[in-house]
């Protein structure tokens, strides 16, 4: 806490004994005229104070937090969290939000209710500041943030329909009393500034220490030196509450993208092909093809259903002239059809609690042609690969943090690689509709060896790459194009531009491949060019285990591995 009207004595941020005085006297003290008592300021030190000593403090009259009281009386408690954002790096893991539910009489527990209230923790940016800027102020400092509210529709329209990301909604079976301090705890809060750090001291530990305050459980469990939502949401999973589990019901709101790919895939062969008949290409609309001509109104119905529901993605993904006119086009020929179409089929995602941890630790037999037979241990302490990458997270992408390999060989362990970094994102299509162009890309940096035939010739390496993919059934071929910055211990040319192409293929059972060639050209000759080629298959075995084989080459040798690798 940053603010120092929060605290009530003079040494109070840094002396709790000194705090807890002067809030008791200040509490005692009857009100004053033009004065706001402290049982206004701090309802929530009142209340628990209250419970703990017995005694009751001096009326007084507290026009804003008898508004927030009343808005929020019986409110139910929960987490939003929303999936993860490669368009933000303080949104690469997820973010997670407050959410307060009303209750209201002759309703369910729908997370439709739009004007329900959500309680954001985010970081005030200023616009002027650049990305280098950002991730600096990010990491080591610069940020304030604090606890905003506003309705869950406007955090709808910004993460499930600007952004494209799903949100889960976990409730938590709170008793009333504590939800009584909670409440009234988020109003004390509310525009506090607070020191903000993407690793440590964001939306995650923040909520985390804000539901302590009813929680006895550890809610950042762990020596990690970072918090991320994922590891507060696996926490509450696990968590208790007066004997009894902290975690309720948990429901999913889709992305416009996700419901517009299950309306897709809930259509049949012969609307499918209508419907990629009406709009062919995304600067063209016929609706007088034949195609759908033939179909009976109301699966005409389901059909524009869809391609209404398209084009919404369309207008938030980017603006393109003449979108708007087709949409109208849709929208009028809808009207003339009968109201009513298939109901939206989920597809069954996994919640984040119940998928894949993030940290994998995996332990593999190798063999070498130039080398021999050996071990290998992979470490990886954050988040996912291509292999093992899923619709909860962020399908046809990776995210890795901190990957280090280390070959166990007869004499002395080596250090292969260490990869501080690694982003891709394939940006692939999820439904074969007419979209506007995206780009692949592929950002990473560490040490890693540079040629298969030793285990000491170590570079360090910058990669940014951009390209295209597209997918052809169970098949998402990519290719993508750009440059590497590199140490020359073992290697010539400082600067290479770079290439890299592959297929990720999905197979029956969950099982995933991918093939990929990387070559790299320093502009000198010889040592300078670098290709080298893999091919990885992942089988799961269990939600925290799986098996892998692979076997990858270069100019110099080439390499099999055979691995058994265990999520935490």
């Not at 809030?23 to 009857?30: N, Q």
């Not at 109301?298 to 398209?310: G, I, R």
């Not at 060019?529 to 799961?540: E, G």
Request: hydrophobic share 40%.
């Amino acid at each position: 806490m940053l603010d120092d009207e929060f605290f009530l004595a003079a040494d109070g941020r840094h002396d709790p004994r000194a705090e807890l005085q002067a809030t008791l006297a200040a509490l005692r003290k009857p009100p004053r005229d033009g004065q706001r008592h402290a049982r206004c300021r701090f309802p929530a030190r009142a209340l628990w104070l209250s419970r703990m000593t017995g005694e009751t403090w001096s009326q007084a009259t507290c026009p804003e937090w008898d508004e927030w009281r009343q808005e929020n009386a019986g409110a139910g408690v929960g987490l939003i969290f929303a999936s993860g954002y490669l368009g933000n790096p303080a949104s690469f893991f997820g973010h997670l939000m407050l959410h307060l539910e009303k209750e209201r009489e002759g309703q369910g527990a729908d997370l439709t209710r739009l004007l329900d209230t959500s309680m954001n923790f985010g970081a005030d940016v200023p616009e002027e500041d650049g990305l280098a800027i950002y991730m600096a102020k990010g990491l080591f400092g610069g940020y304030e943030a604090e606890y905003s509210r506003a309705p869950f529709y406007r955090n709808t329209a910004l993460y499930s329909e600007h952004e494209m990301r799903d949100l889960w909604h976990y409730r938590l079976n709170l008793p009333a009393d504590e939800r009584e301090l909670l409440v009234a705890h988020l109003y004390e809060v509310i525009g506090q500034d607070f020191e903000y750090l993407f690793l440590t001291q964001n939306c995650a530990s923040r909520i985390a220490r804000t539901l302590e305050l009813v929680v006895d459980d550890d809610l950042t469990p762990g020596h990690a030196p970072w918090v991320t939502p994922e590891a507060l949401v696996r926490a509450i999973s696990e968590a208790d509450v007066e004997g009894a589990p902290l975690l309720g019901e948990v429901s999913h709101v889709p992305s416009r993208r996700l419901r517009t790919e299950w309306r897709y895939m809930a259509l049949s062969e012969q609307e499918q092909e209508a419907a990629s008949a009406v709009w062919p290409s995304t600067d063209s609309l016929d609706l007088g093809a034949g195609a759908f001509r033939r179909l009976a109104p109301a699966k005409k119905a389901s059909v524009l259903d869809t391609l209404l529901s398209h084009a919404a993605f369309l207008k938030q993904t980017d603006e393109q002239p003449g979108l708007a006119e087709r949409e109208r086009q849709l929208l009028q020929a809808r009207l003339q059809l009968p109201a009513g179409s298939k109901p939206l089929e989920p597809g069954g995602q996994v919640p984040l609690h119940e998928a894949t941890p993030p940290a994998l630790m995996r332990l593999e037999g190798t063999h070498n042609d130039a080398l021999g037979g050996g071990a290998r241990l992979t470490l990886r302490p954050l988040q996912y690969d291509l292999l093992d990458s899923n619709a909860t997270r962020m399908p046809n992408a990776a995210l890795e943090i901190g990957h280090t390999e280390v070959d166990l060989g007869q004499d002395e362990p080596h250090l292969t690689k260490l990869e501080l970094f690694h982003v891709t994102n394939l940006h692939a299509r999820s439904v074969p509709l007419p979209t506007l162009p995206n780009v692949a890309w592929h950002a990473a940096a560490g040490i890693e060896r540079s040629r298969l035939d030793c285990n000491d010739c170590l570079d360090g390496y910058a990669t940014l790459l951009a390209g295209k993919s597209r997918r052809f059934g169970r098949h998402l071929p990519f290719v993508m194009v750009g440059g590497q910055l590199r140490s020359e211990r073992h290697q010539a040319g400082p600067v290479a531009p770079m290439v890299r192409l592959g297929v990720l293929s999905d197979w029956a059972a969950g099982q995933r491949s991918l093939l990929q060639v990387k070559h790299a050209d320093g502009l000198k000759g010889g040592e300078s060019r670098r290709t080298r080629w893999s091919f990885q298959h992942r089988v799961p075995l269990h939600k925290q285990l799986d098996l892998r084989a692979g076997v990858e080459g270069d100019e110099h040798a080439h390499e099999m591995s055979l691995g058994l690798s265990w999520y935490f």
